[in-house]
């Protein structure tokens, strides 16, 4: 690593450097290409906590909107010093609070230079800001085409870490069964997670599939617009290749059995063939999966696992992201005795083997 390069971390473990900055009072700068999700990470995480979370906009502020204005004061024949908008909402915080500063890269000089006091003396002139907010920083990089000038020194140097955020598989998922978004996104990026963030900075209008464009298409998705619609507004979120492959894939994702039907009798239920039809199965069930249904779902696994008699095909990696995106999706699974058995048993070894890869 560079001096200067800021240290990477994943969403995961950004999110509990937040919650230590924030229960300390520390400002926390947070870099990283644009899409990949620093903004909801730290709004997240203020939810969590249950903190306040105020959002400002550097990049479109006037310098006065943080160092205040001079007015005139005819009793004591001197200029005072007025707080506006923004100032005067962090002055009068009186709960915890996260001060999140977007695009902070992008902000003129003149609107980074009132950030040197505040956030060193926490004072700018005669105001102090009350010791219950944190100061957050976002912003892309330089590299990244932005629109990225820089931060001044002094200004980078007021923050008690610089850190970048970067994009992973298993963080992502977390956070997106969490959101209860579509299962065909989920098993989509299971199967190409070099898709997750494949950030690619153009002069064209074109997008890039990334964490935020994900999010797009799921939206998308809920429209039901019609299929060649449908298509063009999902190319148009992530890209044509991107895109291309995802309507592929969700078409086979359509056209599975009835995973309903296969959830009620896991003995018999099919098992594709194909890997997209596997992640497509895997990501549905997952989706489905309750403590009511979670020992049929183990019982699917299995067969996973161990193929079916009569057959040498075997599929343990697919049992086991079956086992634990069941678990992801829905955290009461943990607690069920079929998933401590799991744990134990020849499944849990290939779980446990891959938790030691990732």
């Given at each position: 690593?560079?001096e200067?390069?800021a240290v990477q971390l994943?969403p995961?473990?950004?999110?509990t450097?937040i919650?230590?900055?924030?229960a300390?009072q520390?400002?926390?700068?947070i870099?990283?290409?644009?899409?990949?999700?620093?903004?909801?990470?730290v709004?997240?995480?203020?939810?969590?906590?249950?903190?306040?979370?105020?959002i400002?906009?550097?990049?479109v502020?006037?310098?006065?909107?943080?160092k205040?204005?001079?007015w005139p004061?005819?009793?004591?024949?001197?200029?005072?010093?007025?707080?506006?908008?923004?100032?005067a909402?962090l002055?009068?915080?009186k709960e915890?609070?996260i001060?999140?500063?977007?695009?902070?890269?992008?902000?003129p000089?003149?609107?980074?230079?009132?950030f040197?006091?505040?956030?060193?003396?926490r004072?700018?002139?005669p105001f102090?800001?009350?010791?219950?907010?944190t100061?957050i920083g976002?912003t892309n990089?330089?590299?990244?085409?932005?629109?990225?000038?820089?931060?001044?020194?002094p200004?980078?140097s007021r923050?008690a870490?610089?850190v970048e955020?970067?994009?992973k598989?298993?963080?992502f998922?977390l956070?997106?069964?969490a959101g209860n978004r579509s299962?065909?996104v989920?098993?989509?990026?299971?199967?190409?997670?070099?898709?997750l963030?494949?950030?690619?900075p153009?002069n064209?209008m074109?997008q890039?599939?990334?964490?935020r464009?994900w999010e797009?298409?799921?939206?998308?998705l809920s429209?039901k617009?019609p299929?060649?619609?449908?298509v063009a507004?999902v190319c148009g979120?992530?890209?044509?290749?991107?895109?291309?492959e995802?309507?592929?894939?969700?078409?086979v994702?359509r056209?599975?059995f009835?995973?309903?039907?296969?959830i009620?009798?896991?003995?018999t239920?099919p098992?594709p063939?194909?890997p997209s039809a596997l992640?497509?199965?895997?990501?549905?069930?997952a989706?489905?999966?309750?403590?009511d249904?979670f020992?049929?779902i183990v019982v699917?696994a299995e067969?996973?696992?161990t193929?079916?008699?009569?057959?040498?095909k075997?599929?343990?990696?697919f049992g086991?992201?079956l086992?634990?995106?069941s678990w992801?999706r829905?955290?009461?699974i943990?607690a069920?005795p079929a998933?401590?058995?799991?744990?134990?048993g020849?499944l849990?070894k290939?779980i446990?083997?891959?938790?030691c890869?990732g």
């Open positions: 690593m560079n200067g390069q994943g995961v473990q950004l999110g450097l919650e230590a900055m924030v300390k520390q400002p926390l700068l870099t990283g290409q644009p899409g990949i999700g620093k903004s909801d990470i709004a997240q995480v203020a939810k969590r906590m249950g903190v306040a979370h105020k400002y906009h550097p990049a502020s006037d310098p006065t909107d943080f205040g204005v001079c004061n005819v009793a004591t024949q001197r200029a005072d010093i007025l707080p506006l908008t923004d100032l909402e002055l009068d915080a915890p609070t001060a999140n500063f977007e695009d902070l890269g992008q902000a000089r003149s609107v980074q230079a009132p040197m006091q505040l956030m060193r003396a004072r700018l002139g102090r800001v009350p010791e219950c907010v100061f976002t990089r330089r590299t990244d085409r932005a629109g990225v000038e820089g931060l001044l020194e200004v980078k923050f870490s610089i955020l970067v994009p598989l298993e963080d998922l956070f997106w069964y299962a065909d989920a098993g989509f990026i299971r199967m190409r997670p070099d898709l963030c494949k950030f690619d153009s064209d074109g890039s599939p990334l964490p464009t797009h298409v799921d939206t998308l429209m617009l299929g060649d619609v449908e507004a979120a992530v890209g044509v290749g991107a895109g291309g995802f309507i592929s894939y969700v078409k994702a056209e599975l009835d995973l309903d039907e296969a009620k009798h896991p003995k239920a098992i063939e194909t992640y497509a199965t895997v990501a549905g069930m989706y489905r999966a309750t403590p249904n020992e049929n699917y067969r996973l696992r193929g079916d008699k009569g057959t040498k075997k599929n343990g990696v086991v992201l086992v634990l995106d992801r829905n955290n009461e943990g069920h998933f401590d058995q799991v744990v134990k020849e849990g290939l446990r083997g891959q938790a890869e």
